[in-house]
């Protein structure tokens, strides 16, 4: 589903922000991205959904070598995407409906099937009720959940997360991964980056852990600190490359 080749990142100050990254996931799985702050995991994401580039090396999605998609291409890419941010980058001069319905209407579906779409949505995070509130109105986790609401209206194959608990008490961190189970228990690509580490081991799903733009370790921790062991590790990467 998501394959790296050798991908690297440097933009033109010089810094590189990923080096040689080999990874593949497959269709259906749930993993998780980890590292502390500037290790690569939102360059890592914004690789994925073609916000950027890599400077080398191939991404791959569902066999397709995101290398060869125009920019006429990238919209139609990232219909098969949700995105989930941190900041939940909600317009909140427009209802909690209007925000969700916001891909849908770009997409450009009937008002009757945006309406239905929307509140399945909502019903699905808990916020049915909320549906004419502005966001403004709402909690942090509530905001974070309309977030979520719109990145999956669309029935997205592949949910890109970038530390969606990062502003959230840990009952509601809880909850909101609660909530990612749920979607990949029906066949949705899940990639979550996150520092939360005693919550991602709690999680028992894959784990990759960035360290300077390289992944210095893939696979399944069973408690916290063997997720901090992996990400205090020292990599061989050499300074200023």
């Known amino acids: ?6 991908v690297s990142k440097r933009y033109e100050s010089g810094h590189e922000a990923l080096h040689q990254v080999d990874f ?3 269709a259906g799985e749930m993993s998780f991205l980890t590292g502390h ?31 060869g998609v125009g920019p006429s291409q990238i919209p ?3 219909r098969r995407m949700g995105i989930i941010f941190q900041d939940h980058q909600l317009l909140f001069d427009r209802t909690v409906f209007d925000n969700v319905a916001l891909p849908l ?3 450009g579906y009937s008002p009757k099937e945006m309406a239905r779409r929307v509140r399945a949505a909502l019903d699905k995070v808990g916020l049915l009720s909320k549906e004419k509130q502005k966001p403004i109105m709402l909690s942090g986790g509530e905001q974070q959940r ?3 609401a719109r990145a999956v209206v669309n029935k ?6 970038d530390e969606p608990t990062g502003n959230l008490d840990p009952e509601l961190s809880s909850e909101i991964m609660r909530l990612f189970e749920q979607f990949n228990d029906v066949g949705v690509t899940l990639l979550v980056a996150s520092h939360d580490l005693s919550l991602i081991a709690k999680m028992h799903h894959r784990i990759l852990t960035l360290k300077g733009g390289q ?11 063997q997720v901090e062991m992996s990400a205090n590790v020292v990599t061989s990467h050499p300074e200023g490359v």
């Open 1 to 6: 589903m998501i394959r790296f080749n050798q």
């Open 24 to 26: 593949h996931l497959k």
């Open 37 to 67: 702050s500037g290790a690569g995991k939102s360059t890592l994401l914004k690789l994925i959904s073609l916000m950027e580039r890599p400077t080398e090396g191939q991404v791959f999605i569902s066999g397709q070598n995101l290398s």
């Open 76 to 78: 139609y890419m990232r």
């Open 105 to 107: 209407q770009i997409s």
């Open 146 to 148: 309309v977030g979520i």
């Open 156 to 161: 997205p194959q592949i949910l890109l997360a």
């Open 215 to 225: 992944i210095i370790a893939d696979g399944f921790a069973k408690d916290p600190n």
